[in-house]
């Protein structure tokens, strides 16, 4: 496994990996170093067929700070020299200049994040301001601590709500209310946060990750990846569908291949009445989409 200077990385006998932001001296404030490792992090060490699901906290008192505003320069890694053009940028977007100099990192790792086929949790342990509440919205589920303090603070520092927030807020807490906090830039307190729905239960400080690592192993364990896999991308596709024949089409393909693969297994294991033995692969998942 490759070795990260802003992240921590285990992996217990379940398949369930703890990913810790590691700078707690900093309240894990987001730097370009931290964005880089966590795209990598999500692109590499949680492909892995070893890891079935990954829970998300911070180390110390605070799950993620924001942007590590004290950086040199541009503190977002941008290159302020460039003007881009919005149809030359979107013809190349994942290309030089605009790939490293344009586009918005947290952006980079939130993508990332959601083409995992794998369960996401964050365990929000503490404050999490701009990027550190953006980069959860992602995530499949955020579960907090009573302490925790969430931020959608743009309009206080003059930019606007990135990581493709604008994109995932208003789908887990409808547009009336992500438009609410980002207009505001209020602090939420983690009861708040409960009743907008963007959290899916709050805790004590000290059970939190147990909770969150134990939610993720009742995904994995007796499941097949496979299923888990497809279940997840057919949900966000269906979601933004034009119309449910879209969906249709892909949930027959996906119930086409499941039933010809760990699905022979899960039904013969229901008649013997015994736990299945999967062995379908997230990295090897049939043509569906």
Partial sequence: MTSYETLLWDVDDHGVATLTLHRPDQLNAFSVTMARELEQVFRTDALSDDVRAVVVTGAGRAFCAGMDLSADGNVFGLDESLRPDPAEFRAAYDRAPYDDGVRDTGGKVTLA????????????????????????????????????????????????????????????????????WVYSAEILTADQALAGRLLRSVHEPEELLPAAQELARSFVDGRSPVALALAKQLLHRGAAAADPLEAHLNDSLAMYWTSLGDGKEGVAAF???????????????????
């Fill in 113 to 180: 994040i959601h083409a995992l086929p794998k369960p996401v949790i964050a365990a929000i342990n503490g404050p999490a301001v701009g990027i550190g509440a953006t980069m959860t919205l992602a995530m499949d589920l955020r579960l907090a601590s009573s302490k925790a303090r969430i931020g959608f603070v743009f309009g206080k520092l003059g930019i606007v709500p990135e990581a493709a927030s604008s994109y995932f807020l208003p789908r887990i807490v409808g547009i009336q209310q992500a438009l609410e």
């Fill in 271 to 289: 008649r013997e009445k015994r736990a299945p033995e999967f062995t379908g692969r997230a990295s090897d998942l049939p043509p569906v989409f």
